[in-house]
């Protein structure tokens, strides 16, 4: 028996599939408030609980062979610390008292490229990178961080542990209009007039979840992963999305200092507009960072293989069409 947390969440969601897929047994860990129509189908056990309640997550675990830990608080907005770093921290550390007490033998936790330590422009990042807890770009990376020492740690005491730091994630089944996907659909209305100029290292995320299946088949415990796929530069997304959708790409980037001044408002905003944070500081500084990034090892060792991003581009317009998200 196979259990996800964070199973309706977007990478969540996807591994669930690929999992049903292969004829696994899968068990389905969600809130109350999880919105379970996104599994509706699938012959998938649902679990209800929290991961901050411990008395949830055993009783959730038992016959339980593997967890795949993906349940977080993804914030890249100011004030939201105390709460992304419990969920982040303290839910993986609850997650993992569960799983020694409940038998469980192995545990793929997700983490973020964002937990290690970024190195210095011109350095390719990799796994000899270590994890940075004291990350001052956000608690978002800090709780990360320190959750994915703890995971590690976890397994010298006997459970098999594997630690896996997917890049930004994108293609199709985003249930929940993550910021990449809903910059695709305002890109595809008409609305992006102008952008900001940067580069970022894109995944799909039927990538990111065929490594976490290829991570629990083939690694060995105490091992991470860096599951990347492809660095694209913002205006090498924009032609590719003009390709994929005939839209126009937007002939104006704003210049870094105006993008500062700008993401000093935007977290009012999004606050009172109640729409996905996407320009922030932690968001301008994610495109300006150091973004070439490999994925090697996984390659050599686990056999992962990303497609093209232009590829996961067409395939997330395809399913927007299918779900009926745009005509």
Known sequence: MNLVT?????????????????????????????????????????AVGNILDIKSLVESFKGVETVYHLAAKISIMPGEEKQTREINLEGTRNVLKACRTSGVKKIVFTSTIHALKEPPLGTVIDESMPYDPENERGEYDRSKAQASIDVLEAGKEGLHTVVLCPTGTLGPCDWRLSAITQTFLDFYNGKMKMAIDGAYDFVDVRDVAEGHILASQKAKSGENYILSGQRVTMQDMFEILTEV???????????????????????????????????????????????????????????????????????????????????
């Open 6 to 46: 964070g199973a309706t969440g977007f990478i969540g969601n996807v591994l669930v599939r690929k999992l049903v897929e292969r004829g696994e047994k899968v068990r389905a860990f969600i809130r109350t408030t999880s919105d379970f129509s996104v599994l509706e189908g699938l012959p998938v056990d649902k």
């Open 245 to 327: 959708t005939g839209v126009r790409s937007p002939g104006l980037y704003i210049p870094l200092w105006l993008a500062k001044a700008y993401c000093w408002f935007t977290p009012a905003y999004y606050r009172i507009s109640g729409k996905t944070p996407r320009y922030t500081n932690y968001s301008l500084c994610t495109l300006q960072s150091n973004s070439f990034i490999s994925h090697r090892k996984a390659s050599e060792e686990l056999g992962y293989d990303p497609i093209p991003i232009n590829e996961s581009v067409r395939d997330t317009f395809k399913w927007f069409k299918e779900v009926g998200i745009i005509k």
